[in-house]
């Protein structure tokens, strides 16, 4: 059991899976912070906030897909 568990866990759509959740929280919280704090006051708009979540989610996608591709296939 312990062994396809592992199998299961390291495949590559478990592992985005796990990847774009800690990214996404992590920068959820960040951009979340600094939206109520310093950008919220003035503009007052929640649609800056996804949209700063959202860019920074892509850029991290951009960079995985940059070095999935500079890996040699096996």
């Known amino acids: 059991m312990w062994s396809e568990f592992k199998e299961f866990a390291l ?3 478990v592992m985005d899976l796990a990847v774009g959740l800690v990214i996404g929280a ?3 919280k960040i951009v979340n912070s ?10 007052g708009q ?3 906030e996804f949209f700063i979540v959202a ?8 960079q995985v897909n940059r ?3 500079a890996q040699p296939a096996k």
């Open 11 to 13: 495949k590559g759509d």
């Open 26 to 28: 992590a920068f959820g």
């Open 34 to 43: 600094l939206v109520v704090d310093i950008v919220m006051p003035p503009i």
């Open 46 to 48: 929640t649609v800056v």
């Open 55 to 62: 860019f920074a989610i892509f850029l991290v996608v951009r």
């Open 67 to 69: 070095w999935r591709r």
